[in-house]
T-cell receptor, first 117, second 111 residues
Framework: GAVVSQHPSRVICKSGTSVKIECRSL??????MFWYRQFPKQSLMLMAT?????????EQGVEKDKFLINHASLTLSTLTVTSAHPEDSSFYIC?????????????FGEGSWLTVV | GIQVEQSPPDLILQEGANSTLRCNFS?????LQWFHQNPWGQLINLFY???GTKQNGRLSATTVATERYSLLYISSSQTTDSGVYFC?????????????FGTGTKLQVIP
């Protein structure tokens, strides 16, 4: 079946550096992907919508300059956390819909744990 | 935007017990999913259930779209059922596929 893969699953970076997380749809094309963030013991919050070939759409309160999203191909979206700080430590997860909305299926990646030290 | 509330927020069960988790949403939805998030953070899709009832082994789910709620039933609970259960809805308004997650129910099954 359809699979969405994220990499890396865990990453530790130093404060002030940037880190990139990849989200791939393995056997289907996704013109749109979604990035979520989950703080400890909280629910998942939509950060942004990644659009293939155009700019991402960010949710209110999400810093677009800090969380750079690039959707360069129909199977790959990347989230780059720039100048990371400890407060950016979180669980990040992506999703990709397969098929035509509104009856399609949404697949989620495995998630990526980011720790900024 | 759409509000998705789950209850109870926390639940402790003795192994073998049954439970019902509830998800209330504030607006019409195209789809509703139930997920189990394991201790490693991985989201496991349990059901796609915009309406009606589905069963998969010890789990079953019912969504009453007209009354804007969904229920997840866990029977004969096992310790491996522990984790956080989320419902997530794809609202009919507010933008393409902006799936909104509920507040979650943290389940602990003790031996």
């Amino acid at each position: 079946g359809a699979v969405v893969s994220q990499h890396p699953s865990r990453v530790i970076c130093k404060s002030g550096t940037s880190v990139k997380i990849e989200c791939r749809s393995l056997d289907f094309q996704a013109t749109t992907m979604f990035w979520y963030r989950q703080f400890p013991k909280q629910s998942l919050m939509l950060m942004a919508t990644s659009n293939e070939g155009s700019k991402a759409t960010y949710e209110q309160g999400v810093e677009k300059d800090k969380f750079l999203i690039n959707h360069a191909s129909l199977t790959l979206s990347t989230l780059t956390v720039t100048s990371a700080h400890p407060e950016d430590s979180s669980f990040y997860i992506c999703s990709a819909p397969q098929g035509s909305w509104p009856g399609n299926t949404i697949y989620f990646g495995e998630g990526s744990w980011l720790t900024v030290v | 935007g759409i509000q998705v509330e789950q209850s109870p927020p926390d639940l402790i069960l003795q192994e073998g017990a049954n439970s019902t988790l509830r998800c209330n949403f504030s607006d019409s939805v195209n789809n509703l999913q139930w997920f189990h998030q394991n201790p490693w953070g991985q989201l496991i899709n349990l059901f796609y259930i915009p309406s009606g009832t589905k069963q998969n082994g010890r789990l079953s789910a019912t969504t009453v779209a007209t009354e804007r709620y969904s229920l997840l039933y866990i029977s004969s609970s096992q310790t491996t059922d522990s984790g956080v259960y989320f419902c997530a809805v794809d609202p009919r308004s507010g933008g393409y596929q902006k799936v909104t997650f509920g507040t979650g129910t943290k389940l602990q099954v003790i031996p």
